[in-house]
C-alpha cells in the first residue's frame, strides 16, 4: 500500500465513487492504476483527466517560468516548450497528506480572464476540494487577487479573505507564492494543505530573482519553501508560447517529471536524441533549484558527479548527447559555491585551466591599492587577476563596511545555463 498516495487509497476510492464517475465495477482496476502511476511520478488518469477535461490550450500569462517537478505525489499538468528545445512543466500539481496542490508558473494565471481559464478554473477548483452532492459550497481564502475573488463568487463560492492568524481552515486556498510574509505563514499552509486544505498558488523564478539580487531562490523565496514539501520547485527560466501565444494541453511525457528523467540518464537503456535531450533539460533543472538539504535527487546526483572529469571546450562542447554530463558539471560547480560560501578552502574546477585561464608558473603575487569613486554608480574594476582556486584578502576602511559594496571575481558575468551548446563553463563568476 506504500505506492499510493499519502492521503490514502480509501479515500481516493470513495471520492471517485461519491463523484459518480464511474461504477463499482471498475473500482478495483482504478485503484491499482493510482498505484501504479504514483510510484512512477505521473498523474493518475483520473487526476489529469478531472483537472483538464475541455481544457485544449491555455494562453501565454506574461512570460512564465518552468517548475521542477520531483516528488512521488507529485505531476506535471501542462508542460511548455523551452526554447533550446525541451519542455518544462507550466502547471504542476500533487497530494499532500489530505490535501492538493495546484501551482503555475507565472501569477498572472491566477487573472480568471487569461485564454482558456474559464474553463480551466472550475477544473482546478473541484479538483482541489471536491464536493459531494447537497454539501455546501465550499470556503475559498483568496489574498489579494479581486478578479479571481469576483470570479469565485460567481461560481458559488463562499469566498473570504485569506486569514493566517490563527483563523479556521477554509476548504480552498488561492495566494500568489510572491505574497507570503514569513516562515510562519509558510507552516500555517503546509499544516492546512496537509489536514486536507486544496492549495492554488503561482510564482515566477526568474522575476523573483530579479527582485532579489543575491537571494537564493531555492531557499530564501517563501513560495519555495511552501511547495518543496510537496513535491514541486519554482525553477529559474523562461517558457514561450510562439506566435500563438498559447500553450497546448496535452498530457506530458513523463521525462517531464525530474525524478523519471534522472532514471532514465543514468539507466542502463539507450535513448533517442529527443528523449535525451528532454531528460537532460529536467535533470539539469532540478540539480540547479532543489534546496542544498534535499534527499530525494540531490544525494544521487552528488556521488555520480564526485568522480566525474568534465571539461567543456570550444573543440568538445557540452551538447544534447551529453546531457549527463551537464547535469552533473551543474552539481560540481553548486558544490564549489557552497563551500565559498562557508569560507571552506575551494580548489579551482579543472575546467578553469581551458577557461578563463590559470597564469603561467612563477607569475608573482601582487599586493595593490585602487580607490572607488562611490559617486559612479556600477561596477568598477581594480585592473587585477585572481588566480583560480587562489585565496584573495580585501580590507576597506571602516566606515564603508555598511556601503553594501560587492567584490565580483570573473568579468564573464553572462550565464549559459540556457544555452543548447556550453563551450565553456556556464557560470564563472564569485560575487
Not at 256 to 278: F, I, N, P
Not at 285 to 293: D, E, I
Request: glycine fraction near 10%; proline fraction near 6%.
Amino acid at each position: 500500500m506504500d505506492t499510493f498516495p499519502r492521503s490514502g487509497a480509501t479515500r481516493v476510492s470513495s471520492r471517485i465513487f461519491a463523484e459518480g464517475t464511474m461504477s463499482l465495477l471498475a473500482l478495483g482496476t482504478v485503484c491499482l492504476w493510482l498505484a501504479t502511476a504514483a510510484a512512477h511520478g505521473q498523474a493518475p488518469p483520473v487526476d489529469w483527466e478531472a483537472l483538464t477535461k475541455g481544457v485544449e490550450a491555455v494562453g501565454q500569462a506574461g512570460v512564465p517560468g518552468p517548475l521542477v517537478v520531483f516528488g512521488k505525489d507529485a505531476f506535471p499538468v501542462v508542460a511548455a516548450p523551452v526554447k533550446a528545445g525541451g519542455a518544462q512543466t507550466l502547471v504542476a500539481a500533487a497530494r499532500y497528506g489530505k490535501g492538493r496542490v495546484v501551482a503555475f508558473g507565472h501569477g498572472g494565471y491566477l487573472n480568471p480572464q487569461v485564454k482558456g481559464m474559464k474553463v480551466f478554473l472550475p477544473r482546478i477548483l473541484a479538483w482541489l476540494a471536491p464536493r459531494a452532492r447537497g454539501e455546501a459550497p465550499c470556503r475559498v481564502a483568496v489574498k489579494r487577487l479581486r478578479k479571481l475573488r469576483d470570479r469565485m463568487g460567481a461560481l458559488g463560492f463562499f469566498v473570504e479573505t485569506l486569514r493566517l492568524d490563527g483563523a479556521s481552515r477554509p476548504d480552498i486556498v488561492i495566494v500568489d507564492g510572491g505574497a507570503l510574509r514569513d516562515a510562519k505563514e509558510v507552516a500555517t499552509l503546509t499544516r492546512w494543505v496537509e489536514e486536507g486544505t486544496g492549495l492554488l498558488t503561482a510564482g515566477l523564478g526568474w522575476g523573483w530573482l530579479q527582485l532579489h539580487r543575491g537571494k537564493d531562490l531555492r531557499v530564501d523565496f517563501l513560495g519555495n519553501r511552501l511547495l518543496y514539501p510537496m513535491g514541486i520547485v519554482f525553477a529559474d527560466g523562461t517558457l514561450k508560447a510562439g506566435r500563438s501565444h498559447v500553450f497546448s494541453v496535452e498530457r506530458p511525457s513523463p521525462l517531464v517529471h525530474a525524478a523519471r528523467a534522472w532514471e532514465a540518464l543514468t539507466g542502463l537503456g539507450d535513448l533517442s536524441q529527443s528523449d535525451r535531450m528532454q531528460a537532460g533539460l529536467v535533470a539539469l533543472s532540478a540539480a540547479r533549484s532543489l534546496p542544498p538539504a534535499d534527499r530525494s535527487l540531490l544525494p544521487a546526483m552528488h556521488s555520480r558527479a564526485e568522480e566525474a572529469v568534465i571539461i567543456p571546450t570550444a573543440k568538445r562542447p557540452l551538447g544534447p548527447k551529453r546531457a549527463l554530463d551537464r547535469v552533473l558539471l551543474a552539481i560540481q560547480l553548486d558544490r564549489l559555491a557552497q563551500n565559498l560560501r562557508r569560507g571552506r578552502d575551494v580548489e579551482a574546477h579543472p575546467a578553469a585551466r581551458d577557461f578563463p585561464g590559470v597564469p603561467k608558473d612563477g607569475t608573482e603575487r601582487v599586493r595593490a591599492e585602487r580607490s572607488i569613486e562611490l559617486g559612479v554608480e556600477g561596477w568598477h574594476s581594480t585592473g587585477l587577476y585572481a588566480a583560480p582556486g587562489e585565496a584573495i584578502t580585501v580590507r576597506i576602511p571602516k566606515d564603508a563596511v555598511t556601503l553594501g559594496l560587492r567584490l565580483r571575481v570573473g568579468c564573464h558575468k553572462d550565464l549559459l545555463w540556457h544555452k543548447k551548446t556550453w563551450k565553456r563553463v556556464p557560470s564563472i563568476t564569485a560575487v
